[in-house]
């Protein structure tokens, strides 16, 4: 080999674009998702409607699904672990009789992915049976969890939801409705639950609305969503958001009430569902999850222009972002990265051969696109880094000449306390790293992260004077708005 060569470094740092993986984990090194709810009252075929608003919501949560019925008072219910589409077929949702249901779509992190832990979680307490859906985290859940367990309650699942059942078995009260009150009043975190007994369905949202939650109509039918496309996918029309300490009851021979549980506290609604969770044909507090990111787009455009031939998104999430930044600055948006969808959830592992040769196995950029071309390539966030390290370098390997990273939120560096699966501090490259060592790490010709003002702007709350424009931005810059435990104790959601 020459001395010239010898000394050339390479662009591409690693074997292949899946270096690093294990079999089965997800190739995008981004935040977990987390879990999605819905909920029916009043309609026929409540099952039916469950499945498909379990479809819409799946990006939220893919290791198990569950529904639970209400047929007159006989609950009917099934959970498996897997993508809603391979847990549930005509057979079993054809037993599912009832009016009435909850459902749910979980997202855990390892060694948490049990059926046990599966929800809608189903319990017999005093008042007959009880059965319960989460989206969130109750940050409290083990203290409280300990109190129980030393009072004599046994739990049967490590889910934090179980906390809330036990709460309510122990209540004072016989009356549920009160009996929900009482339990959720203890409660400190983040959760938006659907809660079904036999004549009763209650949906209840945290004090701060730290996670989505709506509500939705279709003829004489409620439903509830975390995420409004749900609606849609049913043909049902949007209601209302839940808001922050509320609940809202529907009873067997009762008008719906709306009813406050405790005092709504500051609003922070999580500023990531905007950046990156929630579908981008979702509205969140009536804002658009895809208008907003478009405006972020513009906005990082305004505070960090790059002249360039071309600009793209990472799919599927970033590409909002990407045509807003293209819009602001008249640089042409183009395709230049692609995602697989048919990769599945694992893989085999390419033998040594195919890693030589560079499997791609769910992400690849368009060579006719972004050769010679100097690229900005528009990503949400970076957790650990490896990722956009890759995606740099396949743009690069496609023949880019210049990279420019443009990310739509400011660099992530706590960890969540509310349901959203992080590493620890010590792992997000930008709580251990400055801006300069991250470009160097992500080899990228230029790195910019959308200001904490951009991002608000961009998803545009109009607020009522709430601290960070009535979102949750915690992660972004420590203000957590409850007070949360230990870095050690944070768990999966639901
Ligand atoms: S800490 Fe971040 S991810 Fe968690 S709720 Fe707040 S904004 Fe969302």
Redesign the pocket.
Known sequence: MSHELENKQPLWTGDYYNEGMNAGESIFDKLGEECGVFGVWGHGDAASLCYYGLHALQHRGQESAGICTNDNGTFHYYRGMGLVKEVFNNNNLKDLKGSNAIAHVRYSTAGESKLVNAQPLVFKYRGGDLAIATNGNIVNAKELRQQLESQGSIFQTSSDTEVLAHLIARSEHNDIVTAVKHALKQLVG?YAFLIQTQDTLIAALDPNA?RPFAMGQLGDAYLFSSETCAFDTVGASYVRDVHAGEMIIFQQGHEMRIESYTEAKNKAV???EYVYFARPDSDIDTVNIHAARKRMGKLLAIEAFTDADVVTGVPDSSISAAIGYAEQTGIPYELGLIKNRYTGRTFIEPSQELREQGVKMKLSAVRKVVEGKRVVMIDDSIVRGTTSLRIVNLLREAGATEVHVRISSPPFQNP?F?G?DTPTRKDLIAATHTIEEIRKAINADSLYFLSKQGMLDGIGLGSNGEPNGGC????FDNHYPTPVGDEDEIKACC
């Open positions: 983040a730290l999580c500023a990531m969540c509310y959203i949750c931005t915690a992660c």
